[in-house]
Structures are given as C-alpha cells and as structure tokens.
C-alpha cells in the first residue's frame, strides 16, 4: 500500500543549528502540506502546495523556516537556526481528491 | 516558550460501550469533514468523512454527524475496543483544499 515516507523520524539538534526534513508524498497526489503538532495540541498548517507551487504559507515562520518542492514531487522543509520553541512533531501529509494521508512524522528535539 | 503537556478534552469508556465525540468547526465555507485517528509517536490516519450536503454517513462501527446550523460534528464509534484507546481529531476542508485541524479528544478504553 503506498503511503507517504519522511525522514528522519527522530531529530535531536542544539538551538542555533539548522535542521532539515524530507517528505515524499504518494505517487501522483498533487497536493502536499507540512504541519507542526505540539505535544496534547492539533497539528497546525505550515505549508500548503500544489505540485511545485506554495498556495498557503501564512502561518510558516518566515524568518527561519523555508519549505521547497521543486519538482512538484518530494519535498524539504528547513529550519535555520532552530529554536527551543520549535520542539514538536513535523507531519506531512498528501491529498488526491479528497483524502489526505499523513506520514510517520519527524519528531525534533531541540536542546 | 512553548507549554508541554496534554491540553486535550478526555473521553473514558468501558470496553463494548459506545463512545461519541464532538468536534465544533469555525468555517460555514468548509465543504468537508474528516475524522482522524491519531495514535501515540504515529500520524493521523483518516477514520471516515462527510460532504457539507449530508448530515449522516456511516462506516463500519463509526457514524459520522453534521449540523451544519450550529456547526458540530460527532463522531460515533459502536461497541468501543481497546484498539480504539487514541486521540480524535475532526478536520475541515474547503475549496482550496486546505485543511484545518480542530481540537482533539483523547479516548481511553477500560477493559
């Protein structure tokens, strides 16, 4: 059954170092979306594309995250410099039609 | 910094019980609502959805309700399992196909 991979799924990293998560959606599902979920909280939109374009940033913290898919297939979202703040679970997920499957999720320690 | 710790509503039911948990959804635009399942260090996994023109749809051992006059969603779940024991989201989506996450419930099944 095809599901969507991400990498790695524990990340331990010092605040002030740069940190970097991957995502490969499933085969053909155009629509994908990074979240971050804070532990006892519901995930929260970062990022939201459509094949290689952004349709929905307004909630990504500009000044030190980034997120990229430039082929229109897997993608990266970075962080730099990481936060203490920024210790959560990084979710993503893609959607055809009318499902949205979400990956393993990363969880990033930042000490 | 952030705060840790469950913030979530809990849901305790015996084993074989029903359970039912509610969901309130802020967006009239939204057109469609899922339930996700989200167990422990895992991602969501999608349980069952609605379009806005029904107010029913059922599943195998899950029902799903919409009131679209006071915005609440419900989620069913018929002679509850241990296997059930994970926090519920309801989800809603629009057009745009971007896709909100509202709070979640923790539900703990008692055998």
């Known amino acids: 059954e095809a599901e969507v991979a991400q990498s790695p799924r524990y990340k331990i990293t010092e605040k002030s170092q740069a940190v970097a998560f991957w995502c490969d959606p499933i085969?053909?599902?155009?629509?994908l979306y990074w979240y971050r979920q804070i532990l006892g909280q519901g995930p929260e939109l970062l990022v939201q594309?459509?094949?290689?374009?952004?349709?929905?940033d307004s909630q990504l913290p500009k000044d030190r995250f980034s997120a990229e898919r430039l082929k229109g297939v897997d993608s990266t979202l970075k962080i730099q410099p990481a936060e203490l703040g920024d210790s959560a679970m990084y979710l993503c997920?893609?959607?055809?039609?009318?499902?949205?499957?979400f990956g393993q999720g990363t969880r990033l320690t930042v000490v | 910094g952030e705060s840790v710790g469950l913030h979530l509503p809990t849901l305790s039911v015996q084993e074989g019980d029903n359970s039912i948990i509610n969901c309130a959804y802020s967006?009239?635009?939204?057109?469609?609502f899922i339930w996700y399942k989200q167990e422990s260090g895992k991602g969501p996994q999608f349980i069952i959805d609605?379009?806005?023109?029904?107010d029913k749809r059922q599943g195998q051992r899950v029902t799903v309700l919409l009131n679209k006059t006071v915005k609440h969603l419900s989620l069913q779940i018929a002679a509850t399992q241990p296997g059930d024991s994970a926090v519920y989201f309801c989800?809603?989506?629009?057009?745009?196909?971007?896709?909100?996450f509202g709070k979640g419930t923790l539900l703990t099944v008692n055998p």
């Open positions: 997920a893609s959607r055809h039609n009318t499902e949205a499957f």
């Open positions: 085969s053909g599902h155009a629509t």
């Open positions: 594309f459509q094949d290689e374009s952004v349709v929905d």
């Open positions: 967006n009239s635009a939204s057109d469609y």
């Open positions: 609605i379009r806005s023109n029904m």
């Open positions: 989800a809603e989506t629009g057009s745009n196909y971007k896709l909100t």
